[in-house]
């Protein structure tokens, strides 16, 4: 007011109320852009792995979400999910063989929890960094000084689970607590009778020592390194091929029913019809395929015949003995061709 009590009318157009308002309207979208970014930045969607290697991605659809993973093997699988009831955003759950229930805390954005009814599990955020003063843990890939590759993941409050992948490919799991009074610092695990104590530190998140019962001494490394092991890991696993099957022969009287059968036919095309149908069931010996070829007359036939008994011959070894019911030159390349 001014001093005979009138209210006094800002004036706005004098150059310090514009610059008052024009920071005014800068802070109030500062602050606006923030929360946005916060309230982006602690999403439950986006891409997350977990600790078996899978790939999750949530979007948003409308009112719910879809769930979609990627599989270590390389397979793809949509996933029907919906979520808690009044924890629209931070709970949901999913089918996949047995009801899954994963937890997301915007204080700590980066992880999501994920129980089933006989184990829980973590899901990372992929492409994301520590923020400053998020508290480190042992959970996710490791790969030793020996070489050997471990993952270590959540699974009850004084227990989690480790999985070994040795460098000639043995796989091993095994389960670790927390030394008493030393929870989230230093651990225990036994493997092949010996007990192996790890100690962890937040001050250098990306190691720990581990010390086995019998004094020696080694480290664990963390970083993308280990998790491209454990793909590495899974591809240079060798399947183990079955023994080859073993293949017999015609029976003698089966063999010379066979012949009959042939010799019973009056045109060379079908006894070649006999000889086909007989192949598809039968394996036989070089010295039966010669005997069932000196029963056609022509050589184009006795080529068409040799074609169905090539990949049944068990004795590969003695296929020179065929050569001789060929009488030109052209029809024994072609034999030779079809008995390599």
């Known amino acids: 007011m001014d001093a005979g009590g009138a209210p006094t009318v800002p004036n706005f157009g004098d150059k310090e109320s514009i610059m008052h308002r024009f920071v005014l309207v800068f802070c109030a979208a500062a602050l606006f852009m923030g929360s946005a970014h916060a309230a982006e930045a602690a999403s439950v969607y986006g891409s997350w792995r977990s ?32 979520w808690v009831p009044g924890m629209r955003g931070l709970q949901f759950s999913y089918w996949d063989g047995v009801k899954v229930i994963g937890t997301f805390r915007p204080g700590d954005p ?19 960094r520590r923020r400053a003063g998020q508290r480190a843990t042992i959970f996710g890939p490791w790969r030793s000084t020996t070489g050997n590759l471990f993952d270590v993941s959540y699974k009850r409050a004084r227990r989690f689970q480790l999985m070994l992948t040795a460098t000639n490919g043995r796989r091993e799991q095994m389960g670790g607590r927390w030394v008493p009074g030393m929870r989230g610092t ?16 937040a001050g250098d998140p990306n190691r720990i020592r581990i010390v086995s019962s019998t004094g020696e001494s080694s480290w664990w490394t963390r970083g993308r390194g280990a998790r491209r092991g454990f793909s590495t890991a899974r591809r240079t696993l060798k399947p183990v091929r079955p023994a080859p099957a073993v293949r017999y022969a015609m029976r ?55 074609r169905a008994l090539a990949p049944r011959i068990v004795d590969r070894s003695n296929a020179h003995v065929i050569l001789g019911v060929f009488s030109f030159s052209r029809d024994k390349r072609t034999a030779s061709q079809l008995l390599k």
């Open 110 to 128: 980066n992880r999501i929890r994920v129980r089933t009814p006989t184990t829980t599990t973590w899901w990372q955020r992929m492409n994301s």
């Open 186 to 201: 230093q651990f225990e695990y036994h493997s092949r009778g010996r007990r192996f104590t790890g100690t962890f530190r």
């Open 51 to 82: 600790s078996s290697g899978n790939v999750f991605t949530i979007t948003q659809t409308g009112a719910g979400f879809r769930l979609s993973a990627t599989l270590t093997k390389g397979g793809r699988k949509v996933l029907h999910g919906n």
């Open 252 to 306: 003698r009287a089966a063999f010379a029913s066979l012949k009959s059968e042939v010799r019973r036919q009056s045109m060379d095309r079908n006894k070649v019809g006999v000889v086909e149908v007989a192949a598809r069931r039968n394996y036989v010996t070089c010295e039966q395929a010669r005997q069932l070829l000196q029963l056609l007359s022509f050589g184009r036939t006795k080529i068409k015949a040799l």
